[in-house]
Nanobody, 126 residues
Framework: QVQLVESGGGLVQAGGSLRLSCAAS????????MAWFRQAPGKERDIVAA????????YYADSVKGRFTISRDNAKNTVYLQMNSLKPEDTAVYYC???????????????????WGQGTQVTVSS
């Protein structure tokens, strides 16, 4: 059973930075896709970024391109989301997710992902 534990959320002023971490366990990761989603109150859970565990290729939502960076540390089974130039509209609960099936194109729908973390709150004040 895969377990994902997020950390690193918090309160930050607009323009500031945060780094989220997602520690994964329960499986030997080789070809999975790891992703970060976020969900603001009253809104859908939307993908923010994704990374191929084996290839290291990445995907970003248009709203975060140039500001957020997703990365992984294979030795630590950990995925990171570096968030810079944060805006109040980035405020949400951020979730780490895993898609087990190996794909050559990134999936962006919530239902495409098999395992989820508990989420970490990110609040950006103006």
């Amino acid at each position: 059973q895969v377990q994902l534990v997020e950390s690193g959320g918090g309160l930050v002023q607009a323009g500031g930075s945060l780094r989220l971490s997602c520690a994964a366990s329960g499986r030997t990761f080789s070809s999975e896709t790891m992703a970060w989603f976020r969900q603001a109150p009253g809104k859908e859970r939307d993908i923010v970024a994704a990374i191929s565990w084996s290839r290291g290729s990445t995907y970003y939502a248009d709203s975060v391109k140039g500001r957020f960076t997703i990365s992984r540390d294979n030795a630590k089974n950990t995925v990171y989301l570096q968030m810079n130039s944060l805006k109040p509209e980035d405020t949400a609960v951020y979730y780490c997710a895993v898609r087990v099936k190996n794909d050559y194109t990134f999936r962006s729908r919530r239902d495409d992902y098999d395992y989820w973390g508990q989420g970490t709150q990110v609040t950006v004040s103006s």
